[in-house]
Nanobody, 126 residues
Framework: QVQLVESGGGLVQAGGSLRLSCAAS????????MGWFRQAPGKDREFVSV????????YYADSVQGRFAIFRDNARNTVTLQMNMLKPEDTAVYYC???????????????????WGQGTQVTVSS
C-alpha cells in the first residue's frame, strides 16, 4: 500500500525558509518519479517541482525556479523540498505525489499522478 506522508510545513515570514519532507512507503521508491504540488485557497492545484527516478534530473515551476530545490534520498525513501526566499504567494497546502509505476516517466501534469499525501500547510506572512 502506497503511503506518502508530508511534514515540515508551518508559518514563516517573507524571505524565510522552510524544508518540507515526504516519507514514502509501500513501493520501490528508487524507481518512481517524485513530485511536489501545491494548492492555494481558491485556486487549482499546481505543479511545483519533480525529480526523476533514473538520473535525478529536476524540474521546477517558473514561479519557484532559483528559490526551491528538490532532492531525494533513496536509502531513506524520502523526497525533500527546500524552500528559500519565501513569498506570501507561496502560501498553500503542499502535496507530495508519485505516479503509478515503477519506471514511470516524469511528468509536470498533476493529472498524471496517482498517489498523493495528505498535504502540509505552508503560510508565508508579509
Amino acid at each position: 500500500q502506497v503511503q506518502l506522508v508530508e511534514s515540515g510545513g508551518g508559518l514563516v515570514q517573507a524571505g524565510g525558509s522552510l524544508r518540507l519532507s515526504c516519507a514514502a512507503s509501500g513501493f520501490a521508491f528508487s524507481y518512481y518519479p517524485m513530485g511536489w504540488f501545491r494548492q492555494a485557497p481558491g485556486k487549482d492545484r499546481e505543479f511545483v517541482s519533480v525529480i526523476n527516478w533514473s538520473d535525478g534530473r529536476t524540474y521546477y515551476a517558473d514561479s519557484v525556479q532559483g528559490r526551491f530545490a528538490i532532492f531525494r534520498d533513496n536509502a531513506r525513501n524520502t523526497v525533500t523540498l527546500q524552500m528559500n526566499m519565501l513569498k506570501p504567494e507561496d502560501t498553500a497546502v503542499y502535496y507530495c505525489a508519485t505516479r503509478r509505476g515503477p519506471y514511470a516517466t516524469t511528468s509536470l501534469n498533476e493529472n498524471e499522478y496517482d498517489y498523493w499525501g495528505q498535504g502540509t500547510q505552508v503560510t508565508v506572512s508579509s
